[in-house]
């Protein structure tokens, strides 16, 4: 079956840096997959949409990349701030065509 | 983030009562979907209704009973539940219920089972 694969170590970086995230997936590749943001007690929140036949979707300092060579996609923030300290998910459609999400990866931007 | 609502925010039940949690969502989206986040978990996904019909239900105990008597609303009740069904308990709603779709989700309901 499909398996998501994001770092369950948060990520430490500092504020002006560059922070980026992996989401790795073991079986075939998605048509989708989308990136939310998730802050503690809240739902997540839909931030990028990339699919299979697009290599890299900007949206103001965020960046996706997807590489269905390496099955892998990149989520990159650059110019990070404090604001951006949050979990970020990683989603993409399982065998039922329904969103399977992976555990998330925390990000803690310091000042 | 006001899409998507859900009420209770915070919940505390005994193991022999039975509650109901709530969901409306305001965006005319026809899919709806209940989630289970339990820390260090992936979200789980437990029913999905596509025009008010329900099209998924993911092996979820009978304990969890949902219900949907329209695309604007859904409920989750819940009874006779276990310590271990504690956690976030997620709506979210999008336009067409298949995998393409962005999801919208509520706050949550924060439920702890005593």
């Known amino acids: 079956s499909q398996k998501i694969e994001q770092n369950s170590e948060a990520l430490n970086i500092q504020e002006g840096k560059t922070a980026t995230l992996t989401c790795n997936y073991t079986?075939?590749?998605?048509?989708?997959l989308q990136w939310y943001r998730q802050d503690p007690g809240r739902g997540p929140v839909f931030l990028l949409l990339i699919r299979e036949n697009e290599k890299e979707k900007r949206k103001e300092r965020l960046k996706v990349t997807f590489d269905t060579t390496l099955k892998q996609s990149l989520f990159h923030i650059t110019a990070s701030q404090p604001a951006d300290s949050a979990t970020y998910l990683c989603?993409?459609?399982?065998?039922?065509?329904?969103?399977?999400f992976g555990t998330g990866t925390r990000l803690q931007v310091f000042p | 983030e006001t899409g998507v609502t859900q009420t209770p925010r915070h919940l505390v039940m005994g193991m022999t009562n039975k509650k109901s949690l709530k969901c409306e969502q305001h965006?005319?989206?026809?899919?709806m979907y209940w989630y289970k986040q339990s820390a260090k978990k992936p979200l789980e996904l437990m029913f999905v209704?596509?025009?008010?019909?329900?099209?998924e239900n993911n092996s979820v105990p009978s304990r969890f009973s949902p219900e949907c008597p329209n695309s604007s609303h859904l409920f989750l009740h819940l009874h006779t539940l276990q310590p271990e069904d504690s956690a976030l308990y997620l709506c979210?709603?999008?336009?067409?219920?298949?995998?393409?779709?962005?999801?919208?989700f509520g706050p949550g309901t924060r439920l702890t089972v005593l």
């Open positions: 079986n075939y590749s998605p048509a989708y």
């Open positions: 209704y596509n025009f008010k019909e329900q099209t």
């Open positions: 989603a993409l459609v399982g065998p039922t065509d329904k969103l399977i």
């Open positions: 979210a709603s999008s336009q067409e219920g298949d995998g393409t779709d962005t999801q919208y």
């Open positions: 965006l005319g989206h026809n899919a």
